[in-house]
């Protein structure tokens, strides 16, 4: 038997050589089938939820689809948990709790809240007031889903009411609190900003390289696509016939981008737009501008700073965006557009726009 | 075993190597190269409800919180034929065949073939 073996053994030897490139093949078989199961190459996975009354949708790019889908949700959670505290028409979330409070005590808040709160009031104090959540209590005197719009009377009387300076934000004990009874903080110019940065933050930890993060027109991106190039954001013609209709692109790259428009909430009396978005100092729209987009690191930056710059105007604004070392376009009354001098050539602009003079 | 193994030589091995690996390859040829099928996804308040395949055809209803949208597939694409919202925008996107149609007011995404080849559109994101 044993000699049998032997025997074969010395018969049917396999020449070294053809046995290294038979176990070579055979590894690369072995390392070639898992690695196409389940880490195919990179793609981009994306999804859409409602969420904050809006369109959300998350890009990832990742080798497997289940890290992508695990990265997502846990970003939708994270923006369902925000969402929770910021509603307005929430009664038991923590801005309701704030305005039903004014007047009369300190809230205790949690620490988004007191990061929203320090963040609108940095805001607020770099655009001279322009930008103020306290306009809340003259927004709800607007009915945009009938069209109505409120009497002068009714608007003065809550002029006293707006003001930024009356909200008082205890950072140590993290509190807010609303001097004057009635007063009404708003915090929609700002949470779809916030909620992008924190949706990010969060896709990130789940170990994302590279994604975009839409909340409605409030982009914040990070890393680059498959093939290597920035993400690509088209900026909405303002006033579009189609809902998709953009007036110009630019790539993205870490970066936040935000854009607020008189077309979002608008009715038209007798040929006035009246659209949601106020002079805290008069309690009209103010109508300089079509739109603003603002390009800054954080997208709750991006977010308040295109509210604010649009209730600045189109000049002054271009100024305080290039002061605050940010980017920026704004479309005019009249349609003509304005960019920083960082984007000018960055920026390709669709036929159809020309480009205001001397900015 | 072993007496297969007796009647083959050196060659054979290979060639039995060789013809294994070329139908292994196949089947990693077909999973790369070959497109996989497309699925229509309707979810409803972030809750998944139907996942249809692309190429066949019919109509389907889901209820929302305010009330019934009906979709219909049709020839590799996808439509919102009736909705209970008011703008019905949803309706007015007409016949689609990549990405997303949603309808706001009464919380339905339609997600069409999300298999991470949504190459063909000229943005990632439009800022509005």
């Given at each position: 038997?044993k000699?049998?073996?032997q025997?074969a053994?010395?018969?049917f030897?396999?020449p ?8 070579t ?5 072995l390392l070639?089938l898992?690695?196409s199961?389940t880490?195919?190459?990179e793609k981009i996975y994306k999804?859409s939820?409602?969420m904050m009354d809006?369109?959300i949708t998350?890009?990832v ?8 889908e ?6 939708f959670s994270?923006i369902?948990?925000l969402?929770?505290l910021f509603?307005?028409?929430?009664p038991?979330?923590?801005v309701?709790?704030?305005?039903k ?8 808040v949690?620490?988004d809240?007191?990061?929203v709160?320090?963040?609108?009031s ?8 322009a ?5 809340g209590?003259?927004?709800v ?5 009938h069209?109505?719009?409120?009497r002068?009377?009714?608007i003065?009387k ?11 934000i205890d950072?140590k004990?993290a ?5 004057k009874a ?15 940065d924190?949706a990010?933050e969060?896709?990130?930890r789940?170990g994302?390289?590279s994604?975009?993060?839409a ?12 093939d290597?190039?920035?993400w690509?954001i088209?900026i909405?013609n ?7 209709d953009i ?11 935000s854009?607020s428009?008189d ?9 006035e737009?009246?659209?949601h978005?106020?002079?805290p100092?008069?309690g009209y729209?103010?109508r300089t501008c079509?739109?603003?987009?603002i390009?800054?690191g954080?997208g709750?930056?991006?977010d308040a700073?295109a509210t604010?710059?649009?209730i600045i105007?189109p ?6 965006i290039e ?10 009354r009249?349609?003509?557009?304005h960019v920083t001098s960082n984007?000018r ?5 669709e036929?159809?726009?020309t480009r205001?003079?001397?900015? | 075993m072993r ?11 290979v060639l ?10 196949g089947?990693v040829?077909i999973?790369e190269v070959?497109p996989k099928a497309?699925n229509v ?6 809750h998944?409800l139907y996942v249809l395949?692309m190429g066949r ?5 889901v209820e929302g ?6 979709v219909e597939?049709?020839q590799?694409k996808?439509?919102v034929k ?5 703008a019905?925008?949803c309706?007015?996107?007409g ?8 309808c ?5 995404v339609i997600?069409?073939g999300?298999?991470g080849?949504?190459?063909d559109?000229?943005?990632d994101?439009i800022?509005?």
């Amino acid at each position: 038997m044993k000699s049998g073996i032997q025997h074969a053994k010395s018969k049917f030897q396999i020449p070294n050589s053809t046995k290294r490139m038979v176990s070579t093949l055979c590894c690369f078989v072995l390392l070639a089938l898992p690695g196409s199961c389940t880490h195919g190459k990179e793609k981009i996975y994306k999804k859409s939820r409602i969420m904050m009354d809006t369109v959300i949708t998350i890009s990832v790019v990742s080798h497997s689809e289940d890290h992508a889908e695990r990265a997502i949700n846990s970003a939708f959670s994270e923006i369902k948990r925000l969402e929770a505290l910021f509603d307005f028409y929430s009664p038991d979330s923590e801005v309701s709790r704030i305005n039903k409070h004014a007047g009369i005590s300190r809230v205790k808040v949690s620490q988004d809240m007191l990061a929203v709160m320090v963040k609108a009031s940095f805001v607020s104090d770099k655009t001279g007031g322009a930008f103020d959540v306290t306009a809340g209590s003259l927004l709800v005197l607007y009915d945009f889903s009938h069209g109505i719009k409120p009497r002068p009377y009714a608007i003065e009387k809550r002029l006293p009411l707006v003001n930024y300076k009356a909200v008082h934000i205890d950072r140590k004990d993290a509190g807010v609190f609303l001097e004057k009874a009635g007063m009404l903080i708003d915090l929609g110019g700002i949470v779809k900003g916030y909620a992008a940065d924190r949706a990010v933050e969060t896709l990130k930890r789940e170990g994302i390289l590279s994604g975009l993060v839409a909340v409605a027109g409030d982009i914040r991106a990070f890393g680059l696509k498959p093939d290597g190039k920035p993400w690509k954001i088209g900026i909405k013609n303002p006033r579009a016939e189609g809902k998709d209709d953009i007036l110009a692109t630019l790539d993205l790259k870490d970066m936040a981008i935000s854009t607020s428009g008189d077309y979002e909430r608008f009715f038209i009396i007798e040929g006035e737009r009246y659209h949601h978005l106020l002079s805290p100092a008069t309690g009209y729209p103010v109508r300089t501008c079509q739109s603003v987009s603002i390009i800054a690191g954080e997208g709750v930056l991006a977010d308040a700073f295109a509210t604010g710059v649009f209730i600045i105007g189109p000049e002054k604004g271009i100024t305080l965006i290039e002061k605050m070392g940010f980017d920026g376009l704004i479309i005019d009354r009249e349609g003509a557009v304005h960019v920083t001098s960082n984007i000018r050539e960055k920026i390709e602009l669709e036929k159809n726009f020309t480009r205001h003079n001397g900015s | 075993m072993r007496k297969i193994l007796r009647g083959t030589t050196g060659a054979d091995k290979v060639l039995i190597s060789v013809l294994i690996l070329v139908s292994l390859s196949g089947i990693v040829f077909i999973q790369e190269v070959m497109p996989k099928a497309r699925n229509v996804l309707i979810e409803v308040d972030g809750h998944p409800l139907y996942v249809l395949p692309m190429g066949r055809d019919g109509i389907v209803e889901v209820e929302g919180p305010r009330g019934k949208t009906i979709v219909e597939l049709k020839q590799e694409k996808v439509r919102v034929k009736d909705s209970p919202c008011p703008a019905k925008q949803c309706v007015k996107q007409g016949w689609a065949e990549h990405g997303v149609i949603v309808c706001l007011p009464n919380k339905v995404v339609i997600t069409i073939g999300n298999d991470g080849d949504d190459v063909d559109t000229v943005v990632d994101a439009i800022t509005r």
